[in-house]
């Protein structure tokens, strides 16, 4: 789990679902498919989502994006309130 982003209104972790851990000697007997996500918390709200499949892979697009063209703030925040619109889940602590 990586923290990409985190703000007063948003905080962004890229999940690795089903990455190894390190130290971890366990044979692996069956097939493995890696899944990932991303976590988008909207702190206003406090819900969250969590983009995996065909929007994880958006999302990787747009962060790659960003990479290539260092965007400002409001930029970033604009695009993560089009994710938030989607946010349907209460964020539990846990």
Same mark, same amino acid.
């Given at each position: +789990?990586?923290? !990409?982003?985190?703000?007063? #209104? ?6 690795? &679902?089903?990455?190894?851990? &390190? $130290?971890?000697?366990? *044979? ?8 990932? $996500? ?6 206003? #709200?406090?819900?969250?989502?969590? !983009?995996?499949? #065909?929007?994880?892979?958006?999302? *990787?697009? *747009?962060?790659? &994006?960003? *990479?290539?063209?260092?965007? #400002? ?6 695009? !993560?309130?089009?994710?938030? $619109? !989607?946010?349907? +889940? ?5």
């Amino acid at each position: +789990m990586n923290m !990409l982003y985190d703000s007063e #209104s948003f905080a962004v972790v890229h999940i690795h &679902a089903n990455a190894p851990q &390190a $130290g971890d000697t366990t *044979q692996d007997t069956g097939p493995h498919m890696p899944r990932h $996500g991303f976590e988008i918390v909207d702190k206003r #709200s406090g819900k969250e989502v969590y !983009l995996d499949g #065909s929007w994880a892979e958006m999302f *990787q697009m *747009q962060i790659n &994006a960003w *990479q290539q063209n260092t965007p #400002s703030q409001e930029e970033v925040e604009d695009t !993560l309130e089009g994710y938030a $619109g !989607l946010a349907q +889940m209460p964020v539990v602590v846990h």
